[in-house]
């Protein structure tokens, strides 16, 4: 299964509104896309409540997998709104 490592750049983690941007983008992706923090449980990076529940803050690295066709594209897509500022907008 294809993953891909990103740092957190949200000066407030993926919390309310970068979450909500973040699991938008998730959930558009044509695969499901999971998300975890380096030794932590994967989560649905589409469901707000998982990104939430993650507690992933500014500049943790946290660990993206998806499978199927076009996985390396969602997680791409994925990978650089985690390491762009979110909380501009």
Do not use: F
């Not at 994967?42 to 993206?64: F, K, R, W």
Request: charged share 25%; glycine share 12%.
């Amino acid at each position: 299964m294809p993953e891909r490592r990103v740092t957190v750049a949200s000066k407030v983690g993926l919390h309310a509104r970068p979450a909500a941007l973040l699991a938008k983008a998730a959930a558009g992706q044509p695969v499901k896309v999971t998300i975890r923090k380096q030794d932590g449980e994967p989560v649905e990076a589409g469901s707000v409540l998982g990104l939430m529940t993650l507690g992933a803050m500014h500049g943790d690295e946290v660990v993206l997998a998806a499978e199927g066709e076009g996985a390396d594209d969602a997680l791409e897509a994925i990978a650089s709104l985690i390491a762009s500022d979110l909380d501009e907008g």
